[in-house]
């Protein structure tokens, strides 16, 4: 492996060694906190335009496994890592996390120190932007500081057609903002008939397939900068058929009903994250990727109800509406990696959609 540097907006810089691809990256710096899971991570769109620092110190030490991919071109742009695991092939078919990031065209630098990179992005209060380069000179901080992220990353991870992922189960439209497999796995597992539309689809174009519920994805970043039309959609959709909103989803459901979102200092990424369900007083575990939540204060009591909250900081993680059947969550419920605990909410949907909406 050759020498690679992480340089910060800041002014930081950080020597390791490379791994993946050798090519140039930026974006933002995120860091997350699972134990594993690290292929699920890597491929879920939400980290669009993101480099991720996991604070799990060796990763890769097992093989890219074909039926856990959160689809299938990864959007990350950058890995960093405290040790790169030692990879032993046991197949012909297997791939190694340096294999599939080189294939990808995805850098990765190892060595680096990463309990000291994380405190450098808790300090900062604020997202840092960063690069990977082979040498951190004058050039590589002027075209650090030079680069652009867009703002549009929902269209640019989201599908631009229609897609079906058949079975003989009752009818969902999934409109997707970056979706992730693992909502669609848990549809298939309960014998759903699903239909992916674009982000942009209309509420007519999705009341034409005549669906028994329809669910927001989760997605990247910033719910204000999706389409106001999108606002429209989910406040008629709403209130025709059940509708089930998860991480962007949740914000955007909350958005059409009144709520104002509010960007993090320091995003949460991790697994096993606690909890609270209000109506029972139960803890649950969840898997969570967060740059942005609701604000408490600006919930419409008279439209909506808090269901979950998270019990690190009190934050919004789940809302109702009182008139409709419609609810939504701000952490994942399918898992992926993560805790499985939450997934009964897929089956609250299923009944909801059985009774036709009646509450």
């Known amino acids: 492996m050759s020498a690679r540097y992480l340089i910060l907006e800041d002014g930081s810089v950080f020597s390791g060694e490379g791994f993946g691809s050798p090519a140039v990256t930026f974006g933002e710096l995120v860091f997350n906190t699972s ?43 950058g890995v960093i890592v405290r040790n790169l695991a030692q990879f032993e092939a046991t197949g012909p078919r297997q791939v190694s996390l340096d294999q599939y990031l080189n294939q990808m065209n995805i850098p990765g630098i190892t060595n680096i120190d990463t309990r000291a990179l994380v405190h450098r992005l808790k300090v900062a209060e604020k997202p840092l932007r960063g690069s990977i380069v082979p040498v951190p000179d004058d050039h590589a901080f002027d075209q650090l500081h030079a680069t652009v992220l867009t703002n549009q990353q ?125 109506i029972t007083d139960q803890i649950v575990y969840a898997s969570q990727a967060e740059g942005y939540q609701v604000e408490r204060e600006s919930v419409d009591r008279q439209r909506l109800y808090v269901t979950y909250v998270d019990l690190l900081d009190n934050s919004v993680q789940g809302l109702r509406h009182r008139q409709y059947p419609a609810f939504a969550v701000q952490f994942f419920p399918d898992g992926a990696p993560g805790p499985d605990e939450t997934n009964s909410l897929f089956d609250e949907f299923m009944e909801m959609m059985r009774q036709g909406g009646e509450r």
């Open 35 to 77: 134990m594993a899971g690290y292929q699920e991570l890597i491929t879920n769109p939400v980290y669009f335009n993101q480099i991720v620092v996991f604070t799990q110190p060796n990763v890769g030490n097992l093989a890219l496994q074909r039926n856990v991919y959160e689809t299938i071109t990864p959007s990350i742009k």
């Open 154 to 278: 929902v269209a640019q991870v989201a599908t631009p057609k229609p897609y079906p992922n058949p079975d003989v189960g009752l009818t969902v439209v999934v409109i997707d903002f970056g979706l992730k497999n693992g909502i669609l796995r848990e549809l298939s597992r309960r014998k759903c008939n699903v239909t992916v539309l674009p982000y942009t689809a209309t509420a007519t174009e999705i009341l034409r397939l005549d669906p028994d519920g329809v669910v927001l994805s989760s997605g990247p970043g910033d719910p204000k900068n999706v389409k106001k039309s999108v606002l429209k959609m989910i406040q008629e959709i709403q209130t025709r058929v059940p509708l089930f909103g998860i991480g962007l989803g949740h914000e955007l459901f909350a958005m059409a009903n009144g709520a104002k979102t509010k960007q993090l200092a320091v995003e949460h990424h991790g697994m096993n994250h606690p909890i609270k369900e209000i």
